[in-house]
């Protein structure tokens, strides 16, 4: 749903009308004026902003006694940038109206005042107290339940029980926090995470994790600015940084975010020096087969982002005997002219990590049907195995190909694939518009290990924890249940020929560690997912909405006793990334 578009501005009123903002706020998310127009609201201008969604936010100095009802509400001015200031005393006529967002994907609305004309009172006002937001006043239940029409939309606001309904409840008023550690580093759009609540679960290097569907954390605030960065810079900050002193605003909501602080004032960013992690060194008879997201490679990214991924093979990873790839496009990137070879984007890849010190890598992958895995379109994103041919051999077998169906041919020793590489039933309707596993035979010591490379559907389409539907649907969530179906059946066939089997399959599987899809995929004990052994505060490969959260995952077969596994923090927590993922290392004695 667009945002209404603004008229020409008429006259401003010149008497306060009979409503107040806490009238048109309500006790719930919808107002009770909505699609009325209203005259003469009053109220102090707390906040301008002259860019994206333009406008500003008023707050009624004096306030009902209701807690529920939020006494600031955005006034939205369209493609005309605001012409008031912060102080000033203002008369607002305007139709009161709910903008949502994201209205398919699920979000909240916003209230507020479209199409406005604006009488200026008076100026240099003191501006209302805002609300300190902290540990003391965050509800520990983050939502209601829904109302009938499965919404919290018109659900009676409970700020004292709910988190949503306490954020709601303060929609458009001034807020503070004090002293707040980062959670999310800073992104491209100038914003980060703060975690107002410091009994949200911290990891071990200073994020909030995310640990079930239950228990969302409650602190978590995404933090914009009102100036544009062309004025202000907003602070570059990693993880674990902090905003010392007090970062204030009005309290406004979005899609990417849900409710987020759009600051007038800016704490001072302190530096915690997050380092990026080296993993540990592997033993000679240690194999070590590694996964790494590398976000959309292709021959056409800077020459950087190779060296940077390269490097992070070479030295974060200490060159891994085998490489799991995630999101290898093909030869030309997103151009969509049906070219699915990547030849050129791995060779490109190799070279680079030589050029960083590693070995001379060789591989194998197989390239998909134009148009039929996903991901950017035109990209044919795939997934890749690397090997250092000095320390591990790949077994060939002919007959893989995009369309054709790895199988278990043999038993006990003598069980092989019958195409190395390969790919797991790509005609299954699992796998539409989705990557198919790449399944890959190896012998390491004259060991023979099966590597299995996924990328499982992302979660576009599902609604987010901050939705207006209670619970969120998860929707993305059914296909990849049948994705860890099908994988699990193959791996099980695989050690049914052979109880002894070593198997490692890793890679994006884009779901947690506690999700109904990676409980198909260990089900009968076939696999075991390593993260569950990280000690609880390690458990995240990915930041996202302020939660350090598990999406990429190494598992195991039974037999693969031995496993020494590690999640190598280089991306996730830092403003300046490679990928977007952390890549993951296992060392294994077969």
Do not use: C
């Not at 890749?384 to 893989?400: H, K, M």
Request: charged letters at 20%.
């Amino acid at each position: 749903m667009a945002a209404p578009s603004a008229d020409a501005a008429p006259a401003g009123p010149t008497e306060p009308g009979p409503l107040r903002i806490h009238d048109i706020q309500g006790t719930t998310r919808i107002s009770p004026q909505v699609g009325k127009a209203v005259a003469g609201v009053p109220g102090i201008v707390t906040g301008v902003r002259g860019y994206g969604s333009k406008g500003f936010w008023i707050q009624d100095p004096n306030p009902d006694a209701d807690p529920a009802t939020s006494e600031g509400v955005f006034v939205y001015t369209g493609s005309a940038a605001p012409t008031v200031k912060v102080g000033d005393s203002v008369l607002v006529s305007g139709k009161v109206t709910e903008y949502y967002p994201n209205f398919g994907g699920g979000s909240q609305s916003l209230t507020q005042l479209s199409g406005p004309a604006v009488t200026v009172v008076s100026s240099g006002n003191p501006l209302p107290a805002p609300v300190v937001v902290d540990t003391r006043n965050i509800p520990g239940t983050y939502s209601p339940a829904a109302g009938a029409d499965g919404t919290v939309n018109d659900v009676t606001l409970n700020p004292e029980k709910y988190t949503l309904d306490f954020y709601e409840s303060l929609e458009g008023m001034l807020v503070e926090v004090k002293d707040v550690r980062v959670v999310q580093a800073t992104d491209k759009y100038n914003e980060l995470w703060v975690a107002a609540d410091k009994q949200d679960q911290k990891s071990r290097r200073g994020g909030v994790l995310y640990e079930s569907y239950a228990e969302p954390n409650v602190g978590r605030l995404m933090v914009q600015q009102q100036a544009p960065v062309s004025q202000q810079p907003f602070p570059v900050a990693n993880v674990g940084d902090e905003l010392t002193g007090t970062t204030s605003g009005p309290l406004d909501y979005n899609q990417f975010g849900g409710y987020t602080l759009v600051a007038g004032a800016l704490g001072a960013l302190r530096d915690n020096h997050l380092q990026r992690e080296v993993t540990a060194p592997a033993g000679d008879r240690e194999l070590t087969v590694a996964t790494y997201n590398v976000e959309n490679l292709a021959p056409g990214n800077p020459d950087g982002k190779f060296a940077d991924l390269a490097q992070a093979v070479v030295t974060n990873l200490r060159s891994p005997d085998v490489v799991a790839l995630e999101e290898i496009q093909d030869n030309n990137g997103s151009k969509n002219d049906g070219t699915v070879d990547a030849s050129q984007t791995v060779a490109k890849f190799i070279a680079a990590i030589k050029a960083a010190g590693g070995p001379a890598y060789e591989w194998r992958s197989i390239d998909p049907e134009n148009g039929k895995d996903g991901g950017e379109p035109g990209g044919n994103i795939r997934q890749v195995f690397l090997f250092n041919p000095q320390r591990v051999s790949f077994t060939d077998i002919p007959g893989g190909s995009a369309t054709s169906a790895v199988d278990v041919a043999g038993t006990g020793a003598a069980t092989a694939l019958t195409a190395s590489p390969g790919r797991i039933d790509p005609a299954n309707e699992a796998w539409a518009n989705s990557r198919k596993p790449l399944v890959g035979q190896f012998s390491f010591r004259g060991k023979k290990v099966f590597v299995i490379a996924n990328h499982f559907n992302s979660k576009g389409g599902d609604q987010g924890i901050d939705s207006r539907f209670q619970a969120p649907t998860r929707s993305s969530e059914v296909q990849r249940v049948k994705q860890a179906t099908v994988e699990q059946a193959f791996v099980a066939k695989l050690l049914a020929a052979d109880k002894e089997a070593k198997v490692v399959s890793l890679g994006d599987f884009n779901d947690y560690q506690f999700s109904p899809a990676l409980a198909a995929l260990t089900k009968d004990g076939v696999l075991r997912d390593l993260v569950n052994e990280l000690p609880e505060k390690e458990q995240y490969s990915y930041v996202y909405q302020g939660n350090s959260q598990v999406l990429d995952h190494v598992l195991v077969s039974p037999e693969v006793g031995y496993a020494k596994y590690d999640v190598v923090h280089i991306n996730s927590e830092f403003a300046v990334q490679a990928s977007d993922h952390d890549p993951q290392v296992v060392r294994i004695k077969p």
